[in-house]
């Protein structure tokens, strides 16, 4: 067997130990004969595994109580969509939200919103083609917005806010998805927290959304399909239909082995640890230059280019034949970006900087 070093942003690396205990319980999980695909999600040993789950998320994340906990399928994108759905249903809500525009994700998030609400993009940083955090100190907030909304980490082009906006007092709904359980967050700080696990979690079709309390509707809503509404699932505990059985148990296995390394301020270190490794590489080369303003660096994705597409092109084809894969830039920026999430170790992105050193050196 040979493992490659894969630096895709999503479906990404997962640890080896977790992808080798799904293996070992694949053909009977601890002696019930049958594997966790063919469970019925109604059986007491499937509750026993997303109980275990969320409880070592809200171990993991310190979700305090008045939050919920909800595994949802529809991925990150079909939370675009529940956001504006369930936050302006709210008794009070006013039907308008703000948003800060610092990628592809957080505009796709804006123009689903504007489908339903009256959305305004109250920040961006397109004119530099999304390569910075914007000042948010002091936004043009509307005074009735019912929530503001921020993409925290930009999975595309390597953007990460180091420090939350001034809401002026709103709810603060942030997708976490390329950086989820890379760092600790402060729940508290947010209304609604969520991310697509695919990223540095787990497997694809689940997101996670830990929502405070009263943020969830209280009954049915006008307009919103029973299975966007929050309520729905929080009532069901996750299961108002089957879930992603699978995705959660992996899920599951992922936090225990975060919390086995010590949790998520130890993984924050770790992540400084190995993202330092390529931008001090970036800082100092002549040939590869990162993409993004220092100071709003991803620890979790690394864009950076040649400036010279052939080349760029060249370096993909030749670092995917020594064992380093996915490493092309997204479609819509080109170049490169290495993706180095939680399962990533500091090995591979050694072994990355020593690659593109050696190419330097040849070019
Ligand atoms: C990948 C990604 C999404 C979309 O996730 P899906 O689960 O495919 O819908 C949304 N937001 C961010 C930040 C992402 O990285």
Redo the contacts with the bound molecule.
Sequence with gaps: MSRVYNFS??PAVLPEDVLRECADEMLDYRGCGMSVMEMSHRSKMYQQIIDEAEADLRNLMAIPDNYKVLFLQ???????TAVPMNLCALPGANGKADYILT?M??K??YQEAARFIDAQAVASSADKTFSYIPDCSDLPIREDADYVYI??????YGTVYHELPNTKGKILVS????MFLSQPHDVEKYGVIY?????NVGP??L?ISVIREDLIPEGAVDGCPTMLNWRTQADAGSMYNTPNCWAIYVCGKVFKWLLNKGGLAEMAKLNQAKAKVLYDFLDESDLFKGTVRAEDRSLMNVPFVTGDPELDAQFVKESQAAGLENLKGHRSVGGMRASIYNAMPIEGVETLVAFMKDFEAKH
Excluded: L, P, R, Y
């Design positions: 942003a999503g529809g991925g990150a994108s079909q939370q675009f990628g994700w957080a796709k998030a993409c925290e980490n930009n999975t595309i997708d976490v998805s390329s991310g697509g696990v695919q990223k694809a079709g997101v």
